[in-house]
């Protein structure tokens, strides 16, 4: 997924879909289930990567829900493992992206000339790049680590959040309530944080749900190759191309981080929509 | 429409393009520095480390010479077509990368005509049944599709159309038109899918924006026919739809690499990622020009159809 | 031969009902005006009869166009639209395909073998004529035509299939002053050349009157008198369609007292059981508010829903008095504002939008500058508060070179800001809609320098007439007039010498913009401040300004003071200009 369509979909205001109140519901929860495997994995499964080698892969089980992989490891309880790099990673990126694009909107936004030519030719260049691509490319090439993946990602994603701020930030910035705000004394840096961003925030905030979505399938296509995370992470990426021999035998083992990522990626979508939709209705007019 | 304008246009875009892929060839040339450990030790690859073998990686490479040296070395053989000699397999690079070009590009097209001949009517339909139960539906399965993984999706598609259901192949490509077509059928499907859920959602929202214009309304209040009303918001969303479209083509590229992995497929996907982990950094170097070029080519493209589409484009600076 | 006709039209949103208990008749030939002002119900009303109401909306009711039941049923009404009744809306800069030409757009009304071809080609170019457009406008694209222009194309499209009855909804508010009256006179001699039936919506009662032969006034939803024109002009028997009246600023004098309405438009479901007009009606009795009145025949084809009906005549408002109490010289000591030569010419654009300006307002003074849209008006106020740069020429405010305001060293520009402040037109953006009032108050008291407490945002609001409870309310729980005073309120925090107004009641119902140019005035004489008043509208500027400029394509044509300039205009732009101000009778548009 390039960061043009993150862009191109939130500004075609795709958000014109209210979802239902059950899928709301459904994706927080989760939402939440993902977050609370990734911050807590390490308390609710300790043991989750202990080989044992006498059992091998097994069919579903009440002892093992999701079965066991080829090492004998409980394929559950190495999908709980692997939130902990599947989600938050792709927070960290989604917050990183939101953070740089924000600021690079917001200035290039309001400030315009020549600050705003330059930014948006950058813009424009990384716009024209494969996000994938580039990140395997330079995570392959500088020595496939975590750290660098997410740096990586994280440049990639932030022109698209920029793009999304800047054009927020153009519509309001004739705004009689800015202009006003600029005759009244006002700082720009004011001006920008407390009078702009507010009203912008909605859009940010939704596509920050959106950033962390399509991060969350650009890591995990990643460590499907080999890249980012080390070799015996429970990633799900990882998890899935190491398992995906194993279809015949225990197909769970794969089928599970595979529904996982789909799962997670679609609930934050559905998310950012109705932050978005709950946001905005409360600054719009009827 | 005016040909001056269209000129200008035209070169403008045509300049802008040459100067992006310029910069992007620098930066793909530096990626030979970004390896860790020794260039030489890099270049060098499997192959044993005695003085002779590394004086003559230093006088192929030119690494001698200041950098931005090598940079004009590298760029002027690419541009006659000698894309350097592969690291891995010892062998040139062009020849294959030539011989994978066409079954990448295959996948690729197969998989953007499912995306673009099943999204676009989707999303109009979603579009005219707005709020109602048909375009909830389609709507949920297209971010369904946007936030699934082409690997898992092909994954997934494996399992059920050729492992249990047996109606594809598992692997291989075939031979002859007919026999390739099935056995890309599923990978083209795995790569088209996502690109199909983005598409829906996009050409829904350009839609349902154009529906409730007031010209629209205007139409309609002097005695347009539906179908007349409905061609005039359909050809007004044209716009939004084949940007999105060319961005698309361009995302396209980027799942293709996941695809063939996940069905091993012998294109420019599998090549990439195989010289990737091998740090085989000539062929990566050339699969990246190749891919730049083709994209800044696609964008291009949609930069014109754009204009051609909206005559509106000719009149601004910047065509945004 | 009853060309439409509605009985007990309502239409409601969910549960919410937005108009009812609607009867119109319209008979061939003949011209009605349903007139009211935002929010009334009027517009909704005509999408109803002709079956295009936004989704959502549902209509109920009788309705009958040229004998054919349609009930607002978009289904039976479909087949009639084009052919036997059209509708010209509002907006003429959103109301045209903007990606296809004007010629096709015109063609696709025809009937399907006859849109191409030299005969289709040929009908559409007399049809261009008819509306007063050059044949060679088919080619064009809407982008590349001028707002009237782009009116009357629309115009002619909407007659391509020879309806019999034709509805314009406010067809003329996106329009200069200027070109108002020319489209108006176009649509009315079409009407007559046609033999159409013809219902106009306006929210401007002597457009009503001078066009049509007979006017429904609707107000919250309902209707509250109807009749001939002739008959509601000589004697309105409703106290809001004097109220009305009594609001429109005349052109031809200041009005020593200008009657505002107090308090805004109710919603229809918010006065049920009662009049809706009792909580503004200065004659309002408790039998009022125990009812909704029927519309009821007071004299033959004059209908009204006050209980007070008949017995108005003694009661009557005082139409604004006009006299004597003008400026006729102008006596100007020590301007606060010299603008000289002005010049501003945009980037990318070959011709000025100000061109060799200039102006003073005096200590104390009202200074109006009148034009229509792209005058220079706005660049030009823009100029003297800082939001643009001229680029040649020269400002000078309280003895400090303004030119530049970027050039300005900061202290000096703080201090300046103080000096001057500007009001802007569209209410609806002028606050910040995250932060209440109280808030955004406390912030630019701070900024100019003022004690930032409760106590001072007080005087603010009781400054404006609003109360002080407002300070915890979000800009999206007040009205626009409420908003606009918030917007004054603001702009008088450092209490400047000069307010630079832009179209500050441009965007306001005429109730209501009697209550701001009240407000105005009487604040210009309680701080002894000065004005710069930008308008379009001259019977506004009137009743505010002592002296006037009138400006055209970035040059002022004529200056004087404002009694002498109107009584006895000059330029034949300022003439044009008055001749353009609506008069209640039919000869306004005659001449």
């Not at chain 2, 004086?55 to 200041?66: D, F, M, W």
């Not at chain 2, 929202?205 to 005695?223: C, H, K, N, P, T």
Request: with cysteine; hydrophobic share 50%.
């Amino acid at each position: 997924m390039s960061v043009a369509e993150v862009s191109v979909l939130r500004s075609s205001e795709a958000r014109q879909a209210r979802w239902p109140a059950p899928l709301v519901v459904i994706s927080l929860v989760i939402v939440a289930l993902g977050f609370t495997a990734a911050i807590f994995s390490s308390i609710i499964v300790p043991n989750a990567e202990q080989e044992n080698l006498l059992l091998g892969i097994s069919q579903p089980s009440w002892h093992h829900v999701l079965g066991t992989d080829e090492l004998g490891r409980d394929v559950l309880a190495m999908l709980i493992a692997g939130a902990r790099t599947s989600v938050l990673g792709p927070l960290v990126i989604a917050v990183g992206s939101m953070v740089i694009g924000n600021i690079v909107g917001l200035i290039s936004g309001y400030f315009g000339g020549w600050v705003d030519s330059l930014a948006m030719r950058w813009v424009d260049m990384m716009f024209s790049l494969p996000a994938l691509l580039v990140a395997i490319v330079v995570t392959g090439i500088a020595g496939s680590s975590y750290a660098v993946a997410l740096i990586v990602l994280i440049v990639l994603f932030s022109p698209g959040d920029a793009r999304v701020v800047r054009g927020a930030v153009l519509d309001q910035r004739h705004r009689p309530y800015i202009e006003a705000a600029r005759l009244s004394n006002l700082s720009s840096k004011r001006i920008m944080t407390l009078h702009l961003w507010p009203n912008i925030a909605p859009i940010a905030l939704a596509n920050g749900f959106l950033d962390f979505a399509f991060a969350l399938v650009s890591l995990a296509s990643l460590s499907f190759l080999g890249l980012g995370v080390g070799p015996g992470s429970p990633d799900w990426g990882r998890t899935l191309s190491n398992n995906m021999g194993l279809l015949q035998s225990n197909a769970w083992a794969a089928a599970a981080p595979g529904v996982a990522i789909i799962l997670m990626a679609a609930a934050m979508n559905v998310l950012g929509d109705w932050v978005y939709e709950r946001l905005e209705a409360r600054g719009l007019e009827q | 429409m005016n040909a001056r304008l269209w000129l200008s246009f035209v070169l403008r875009r045509l300049g802008a393009s040459a100067a992006v892929v310029l910069i992007l060839s620098f930066g793909i040339f530096g990626l030979l520095y970004i390896a860790p450990g020794s260039i030489v030790l890099t270049l060098l690859g499997t192959r044993p480390a005695s003085p002779q073998t590394i004086a003559a990686v230093r006088a192929e490479y030119h690494l001698n010479q200041p950098f931005f040296i090598q940079y004009l070395h590298w760029l002027d053989n690419a541009v006659h077509g000698n894309l350097g000699t592969s690291i891995q397999s010892g062998g040139r690079v062009l020849p294959s990368i030539a011989a994978r070009f066409p079954l990448t590009l295959e996948v690729v097209l197969y998989g953007s005509i499912i995306a673009v001949g099943a999204g676009i009517p989707l999303g109009i339909w979603a579009a005219l049944r707005r709020g109602r139960g048909t375009d909830q539906v389609i709507t949920a399965g297209a971010v369904a599709a946007v936030g699934a993984p082409s690997f898992a999706v092909g994954l997934l598609l494996l399992l059920v159309f050729a492992v249990d259901l047996n109606w594809f192949p598992v692997y291989g490509t075939g031979q002859g038109f007919f026999s390739t077509m099935w056995h890309l059928t599923l990978p083209a499907l795995a790569l088209g899918l996502a690109s199909m859920g983005l598409i829906v959602r996009f050409t829904r929202a350009a839609m349902a924006r154009e529906l409730s214009q007031d010209y629209i309304v205007f139409a309609q209040a002097r005695g347009l026919s539906r179908m007349q009303v409905t061609s005039y918001a359909l050809r007004n969303s044209l716009v939004p739809v084949l940007t999105a479209s060319g961005l698309i083509l361009t995302s396209t590229l980027s799942a293709t690499v996941m695809v063939e992995t996940t069905f091993a497929l012998p294109g420019l996907g599998t090549l990439l990622v195989n010289s990737v982990t091998f740090k085989d950094v000539p062929v990566v170097q050339a699969v990246a020009l190749l891919l730049t070029l083709l994209i800044t080519v696609i964008n291009l493209l949609v930069d014109v159809t754009y204009a051609l589409a909206d005559p509106r484009i000719l009149f601004t600076r910047h065509g945004e | 031969m009853t060309l439409l006709q509605v009985r007990d039209l309502a239409v409601k949103l969910r549960e919410r009902t937005l108009v009812s208990g609607i009867d119109l008749d319209l008979v061939s030939g003949e011209s009605l005006a349903l007139v009211g002002e935002s929010g009334s119900g009027k517009s909704i009303t005509a999408r109803a009869v002709l079956g295009i109401l936004p989704p959502g909306l549902q209509a109920s009711g009788k309705i009958t166009i040229d004998d054919v039941v349609v009930d607002g049923k978009p289904e039976l009404a479909s087949p009639l639209r084009g052919s036997v009744a059209a509708m010209l809306m509002q907006d003429p800069f959103t109301m045209l395909n903007p990606l296809r030409r004007i010629g096709p757009q015109l063609a696709d009304s025809l009937p399907r073998g006859a849109r191409k071809g030299e005969a289709s080609r040929r009908d559409i170019a007399a049809r261009l004529k008819e509306v007063g457009l050059d044949p060679a406008v088919a080619r064009k694209f809407p982008f590349q035509l001028s707002g009237g222009m782009r009116q009357r194309a629309a115009l002619a499209a909407s007659l391509m299939r020879n309806p019999k009855l034709f509805i314009a909804d406010e067809p003329t508010t996106a329009l200069d002053v200027t070109t108002q009256r020319e489209v108006l006179r176009l649509i009315g001699r079409l009407k007559q050349e046609r033999g159409m039936g013809f219902l106009l919506i306006t929210h401007d009662l002597r457009v009503a009157f001078s066009v049509c032969d007979a006017v429904v006034v609707f107000y919250a939803g309902r209707i509250v008198e109807a009749g001939s024109a002739e008959k509601i002009r000589a004697s309105s028997e409703h106290p809001y369609t004097q109220a009305l009246l009594a609001a429109e600023p005349p052109v031809t004098g200041r009005a020593h007292v200008l009657h505002a309405l107090e308090g805004s438009v109710p919603r229809h479901d918010d006065v049920l059981n009662e009049c809706a007009f009792a909580g503004r009606c200065r004659w309002a009795s408790d039998a009022c508010r125990s009812g909704s009145p029927e519309l009821r025949e007071i004299r033959p084809g004059h209908l009204s829903a006050c209980l007070l009906a008949g017995d108005l005549s003694s009661r009557h408002f005082d139409f604004p008095q006009t006299g004597p109490g003008e400026a006729i010289e102008r006596s100007v000591s020590e301007p606060i504002l010299r603008i000289e030569e002005l010049s501003k010419t945009y980037h990318g654009t070959s011709a000025p939008s100000v061109s060799a300006v200039s102006l003073e307002v005096g200590q104390g003074e009202a200074v109006g500058v009148v034009g229509s849209s792209g005058s220079g008006k706005t660049t030009l106020a823009r100029c003297v508060v800082g939001l643009e740069t001229p680029s040649k020429g020269k400002i000078t405010l309280a003895d400090s070179d303004v030119t530049s305001w970027m050039r300005l060293d900061r202290a000096r520009r703080r201090e300046l800001r103080r000096v001057v402040q500007m009001v802007f037109q569209d209410p609806y953006s002028s606050l910040n809609p995250a932060r209440t009032i109280g808030a955004t108050l406390r912030e630019v008291l701070g900024a100019m320098g003022q004690p930032s407490d409760a106590k001072h945002v007080n005087e603010l609001l009781e400054l404006v007439q609003l109360p002080t409870s407002y300070a915890a309310r979000r800009p999206v729980t007040l009205s626009g007039g409420e908003r606009q005073r918030v917007a004054i309120a603001r702009a008088l925090a450092g209490r400047p010498a000069l307010l630079v107004c832009d179209e500050p009641v441009s965007a306001l119902d005429v109730s209501v913009q009697a209550q701001i140019l009240g407000l105005l005035n009487r604040l210009r004489e309680e701080l002894d401040m000065s004005l710069l008043f930008i308008a379009h509208d001259l019977a506004v500027v009137r009743q505010v300004c002592d002296y006037v400029y009138v400006m055209r394509s970035g040059e002022v044509v004529e200056s004087g003071p404002t009694a002498a300039i109107l009584t006895a205009p000059h330029h034949d732009y300022t003439k044009a200009l008055i001749a353009s101000v609506p008069r209640d009778d039919r000869s306004w548009l005659d001449s």
